[in-house]
């Protein structure tokens, strides 16, 4: 998909591999003819393009072979330039998030998607609070209709466990959202419709607020993970707030983007400690 899009224009001198470089019908020569094909043409595989230009003209071997013939009529028609240059989709230059976007196919945004990817998340965060939003967090309601040996109570409060439970219903995970600076919705439809914070919450507040988000519900799943898979280990709600606001603060004082606004507003500090 993605050779389709890219373009060789060849200039003189040329640094283009003549044999290896997908410059003709995007494929190298040496995948369009076989071996054989670069000894009749008198020519070695890592040879460049600038061994067969004269000034801005073509220069070819007289072999009458005919992948000689072949090759020579597939690159007269070609125009020599005043320099090598390759485009992506007709660009000339291009980040690889143009390259992304020119081959997948596009659907519209979920509801939540901003508030899981933005340009202060952490990606392990974003992962899990992606994975629960999509109800797929292998909790013990899902785990049992695998027919896995388990039982159904919740690890952190021993209510049923289902992912609507843990992330709005259970009373571990209420605790941990109360300390959070920037109050979201506690409701399974506000999750899943993206209706995570008052509209009337400043928007950079928002982001961080979506930042906490993540960080609770990845330490929160963590959290249960860790006493299903260590019985008689736990860690009380004080422990994971104080980590939670750990890698918040490591987060934002990494971010252009957070010491700017403290840099306007000192109180968004306040946010954090
Ligand atoms: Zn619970």
């Known amino acids: 998909m993605a050779r389709a899009l890219i373009r060789y224009h060849i200039g003189s001198p040329s640094s283009i591999k003549f044999w290896l470089d997908p410059w003709v019908r995007n494929k190298p020569f040496c ?11 008198g020519s070695n595989k890592p040879a460049l393009i600038r061994d067969f230009q004269e000034e801005s003209s073509w220069v070819f071997p007289v072999s009458n072979h005919m992948s000689s013939q072949e090759i020579r009529n597939r690159i007269s028609e ?27 196919h596009k659907s519209p945004h979920v509801p939540w998607f901003d508030t899981v990817w933005n340009s202060l998340s952490i990606y392990k965060c974003s992962f899990t609070l992606w994975t629960a939003l999509k109800e797929r967090l292998l909790t013990r309601d899902r785990m049992l209709r695998f027919r896995m040996q388990t039982q159904p109570g919740c690890l952190l409060c021993n209510n049923m466990e289902s992912i609507q439970h843990i992330f709005t219903g259970c009373p571990y ?13 506690r409701d399974w439809p506000s999750w899943q419709n993206g209706n995570f914070f008052s509209p009337t919450i400043d928007k950079r507040k928002q982001i961080i607020g979506s930042l906490f988000l993540a960080v609770a519900v990845h330490l929160v799943w963590k959290e249960r993970n860790l006493r299903l898979h260590n019985p008689g280990s736990s860690n009380g709600t004080l422990y994971v707030i104080k980590n939670i606001f750990f890698m918040v603060r490591e987060k934002l004082f990494s971010c252009d983007r957070f010491r700017k606004w403290v840099h306007r507003d000192p109180s968004f500090l306040c946010l954090i400690y």
């Open 31 to 41: 995948h369009q003819f076989d071996d054989t094909a670069i000894g009749h043409f």
């Open 78 to 104: 070609i125009h020599i330039l005043s320099s090598d240059f390759i485009t992506w989709d007709g660009l000339l230059r291009c980040k690889i998030a143009t390259v992304w976007n020119s081959i997948r």
């Open 173 to 185: 995970f209420d605790l941990i959202c109360r300390a959070c600076p920037v109050p979201f919705a």
